[in-house]
Each structure stands twice: as structure tokens, then as C-alpha cells.
């Protein structure tokens, strides 16, 4: 679970105000090395995050460089990805995967490794938004879908969780998991109801 002191939701949110005058200036960059400041410190902040995916957009759109040295940071920036996954730290996979995404607003595999450390991490919300916002970029993406129905099932929602593993079927027919997990899930969703029957 994420803890947070006092003092760092204080920071914060100072960071943040200043972030938003530098926005609303036209200081896009700054605003966004300080809204990833912000999501270092408070992980489970979903203003701030709507906010850096805003201000990333705008920089995003405004850079549209592409050159080697965009992918040589972007690799460095990857590799760090990897070894956080390795060492299971999920609040820096949250952190880094923000700064890959400043660079790569359409990266849809990180925004997944994010949901799911966020789910690690007891920020259910912050993950099915994460893969909102991944199924927006790309809606036929199973690896989205089987993210939401992983969310879905731990908070007991059987049947979005369901709606979601059948868009897995429809994205990937040859999952053999998904089918298998719908069957389950619909006896839990029965069993649930207390409509079941010996």
C-alpha cells in the first residue's frame, strides 16, 4: 500500500500549483518535469496524473522529434523499467513508466505494467483508469482488456470482469485462458447472487 507522509502531500501539491502557473504560461516542459515530481511523490493522485497526460500531449505535439537520441533515452529509460519490475519496486514501475509516457504518450504496454503495479500497490482506481486511458488509444488491445478484468475480479465485479475477458476472445480467439476464466467467473458471479443450485 502507498504511504505517504504529511509533508509529501504537501510538496505535492506545491509542485503542482506551480506546475499548473507554468502551464498556463506556456512553460509546458517545466510544468511537466514538475507534475512527474508530483507523481513521484503522491503515487495515488489521479488529478495529478489526468494533468501530466494533458501537459505530455501538449509537449508531445509540439516535439514530434523522433530522432535517435529520443530512442537512445527512451531505451535507458526502459532498461530502469525492467530492473524495477525485477526488484518489484511498483511504486518507481509508476514513476518510471510516467516519464516514458512523456516521451511516448502511445506506449499501451507500459500504461499496462503501470495498471498493474498500481493494482499491486491497492490503488484500484488509479489502475482502471491507467487502462482507460490505454483501451482509448488502442480498443482492441487484449492485453488491455485482460488488465480490466484482472481489476474487475479482485473488486468483486464479475460481470464487467466477464464483458472484459470477452473482448480478450474477440481480440485473441486463441487465449485459452480467457474462455476458462469466463466459465469460472460466472459460476463466482452465481455463487454470488445466491442463485446457485445443487
Known amino acids: 500500500m502507498v504511504e505517504l507522509t504529511a509533508e509529501q502531500v504537501r510538496a505535492a501539491a506545491g509542485q503542482f500549483e ?3 502557473a507554468a502551464s498556463n504560461t506556456g512553460n509546458d516542459d517545466y510544468a511537466l518535469d514538475l ?3 508530483c507523481c513521484k511523490l503522491d503515487p495515488s493522485n489521479l488529478l495529478y496524473r489526468q494533468t501530466l497526460r494533458q501537459v505530455t500531449q501538449a509537449v ?3 516535439k514530434r522529434s523522433g530522432g535517435w537520441w529520443d530512442s537512445l533515452s527512451n531505451l535507458a529509460t526502459k532498461t530502469r523499467l525492467k530492473a524495477a519490475r525485477r526488484m518489484g519496486d511498483h511504486r518507481k514501475i509508476l514513476e518510471i513508466g510516467e516519464e516514458i509516457l512523456a516521451r511516448r504518450p502511445d506506449d499501451v504496454g507500459t500504461q499496462v ?3 498493474e503495479a498500481a493494482v499491486s500497490l491497492g490503488l484500484p482506481a ?3 483508469w491507467m487502462l482507460e486511458q490505454a483501451r482509448a488509444q488502442d480498443p482492441g488491445s487484449a492485453a488491455v482488456h485482460r488488465g480490466m478484468a484482472r481489476v474487475y475480479e479482485r473488486q468483486n465485479q464479475y460481470s464487467r470482469a466477464i464483458a472484459s ?3 480478450v476472445r474477440k481480440a485473441d480467439p486463441s487465449d485459452p485462458e480467457a474462455p476458462r476464466k469466463i466459465n469460472d467467473l460466472s459460476a463466482r458471479e452465481t455463487i ?3 442463485h446457485y443450485r445443487t
Open 192 to 194: 454470488a447472487r445466491g
Open 18 to 20: 506551480r506546475a499548473r
Open 113 to 115: 505494467e503501470m495498471a
Open 60 to 62: 508531445a505535439a509540439r
Open 165 to 167: 475477458l470477452e473482448q
Open 35 to 37: 507534475l512527474l515530481s
Open 126 to 128: 488509479l489502475a482502471l
